[in-house]
C-alpha cells in the first residue's frame, strides 16, 4: 500500500499496534523533510507507552559497520543475538545497503526473523522500494509489504505553522510577512525552512 504521509494516524497506528499493522513501515521523501525525525517520534512513543519494549534506532551505515566488524572477527552470530531482544527495529536510509551484498543478504535474515516474529520494522529512504538501485529484488519487495508512505514538502499553511512554531519555542517576535516571504521561497527542505 503506498499512500502520501498526511497527518500522523500511520505513525500512531504503528505505535499502537507494533508488529502487527503497517509492518513494515516504509518512509520515503527528499532530504530535509523529517524522515528520521518522523521514525526517532515513533519510537520514543513506543518506549514511554510499552516501556517493556526495546525499540533500537540504526542509520544503515551503522548496521553495515557493526555486521562487517562482525564478519572480521568471526563473531556474527553473536551480532545477530542482540537482535533477539528487539521488538522495533528501525534503519535509515537503507538506500545505502546498495553494492553491500553479504550485509543485504544479512540483513535479508534479520527482516525476516522479525516479520516471522511480528516484530515491527520502520525503514527510511530517499526513495520508493521499487525505485532503490543495486538492492537485491527479494529485499525490495519486503520493504513494499506494510505500508510504504511518500513523505512530501509541507505546504504553504504549514510551512508558515513550522516558522511560527519554531519563532515561539525561542521565544522571538517576527513579523508575519517575513515568515510569509520564507514560507513562499523555501518549500522542500523544512531543515534549510528552520
Do not use: C, W
Amino acid at each position: 500500500m503506498l499512500i502520501r504521509f498526511v497527518g500522523n494516524k500511520p505513525a500512531k497506528t504503528v505505535t499502537a499496534n507494533s508488529g502487527q499493522a503497517y509492518n513494515p513501515l516504509f518512509l520515503y521523501g527528499t532530504v530535509g523533510l523529517g524522515k528520521t525525525h518522523l521514525m526517532q517520534a515513533i519510537g520514543n512513543d513506543i518506549m514511554s507507552k510499552y516501556p517493556e519494549k526495546v525499540v533500537v534506532y540504526l542509520p544503515v551505515t551503522k548496521l553495515i559497520d557493526e555486521i562487517v566488524t562482525a564478519i572480521k572477527g568471526n563473531k556474527l552470530s553473536n551480532m545477530l543475538k542482540k537482535f533477539d531482544d528487539v521488538d522495533v527495529l528501525m534503519i535509515d536510509d537503507v538506500q545505502f545497503l546498495a553494492d553491500k551484498d553479504k550485509t543485504q543478504e544479512i540483513f535479508h535474515n534479520i527482516f525476516n526473523d522479525f516479520q516471522l516474529k511480528n516484530k515491527q520494522i520502520i525503514l527510511s529512504s530517499d526513495r520508493p522500494p521499487k525505485e532503490l538501485v543495486h538492492i537485491e529484488p527479494r529485499l525490495k519487495s519486503r520493504f513494499a509489504l506494510g505500508l510504504v508512505a511518500d513523505i512530501k514538502s509541507p505546504d504553504f499553511e504549514t510551512r508558515i505553522a513550522i516558522l511560527q512554531s519554531k519563532v515561539m519555542s525561542k521565544g522571538e517576535d517576527l513579523d508575519f510577512h517575513l515568515l510569509e516571504i520564507l514560507a513562499k521561497y523555501i518549500k522542500d527542505n523544512v531543515r534549510e525552512l528552520e
